[in-house]
């Protein structure tokens, strides 16, 4: 079991930065796949970055691609979200999943992520862009 909790949120102004951070409790957290997510009310969950267990491998969307950056510290049970250069679009609810099946290959893991197919989900932080 893992449980995730998201901080980091906030209102900025178009070009600004914020640094998500996604804290999580569970001895097996080193082991899994850990993925950024959003969600505007009304549209699809969208699928944001991934990073793999021992953060030699990320994706992102093309909508953030060069502006994000993911990253984890499994000595902290932690993972991070990067984001600059933020644009209004960029508006929503931003949560952290956990992919906790081990021993997929890359494009398993990439499968999931594009149909939000994770196991265990935070609560989400919210994410305001102004024009």
């Known amino acids: 079991q893992v449980h995730l909790v998201e901080s980091g949120g906030g209102l900025v102004q178009a070009g600004d930065s914020l640094r998500l951070s996604c804290a999580a409790s569970?001895?097996?957290?080193?082991?899994?796949?850990m993925g950024w997510f959003r969600q505007v009310p009304g549209k699809e969950r969208e699928f944001v970055a991934i990073?793999?267990?021992?953060?030699?491998?990320?994706y992102y969307a093309d909508s953030v691609k060069g502006r994000f950056t993911i990253s984890r510290d499994n000595s902290k049970n932690a993972v991070y979200l990067q984001m600059n250069s933020l644009e209004p679009e960029d508006t929503a609810v931003y949560y952290c999943?956990?992919?906790?099946?081990?021993?997929?290959?890359?494009?398993?893991?990439?499968?999931?992520?594009?149909?939000?197919?994770?196991?265990?989900w935070g609560q989400g932080t919210q994410v305001t862009v102004s024009s």
């Open positions: 999943a956990a992919d906790a099946r081990t021993g997929s290959t890359w494009y398993q893991v990439l499968a999931r992520a594009i149909r939000h197919d994770y196991d265990y």
């Open positions: 569970g001895r097996t957290f080193s082991d899994y796949t």
């Open positions: 990073i793999t267990w021992s953060g030699d491998k990320s």
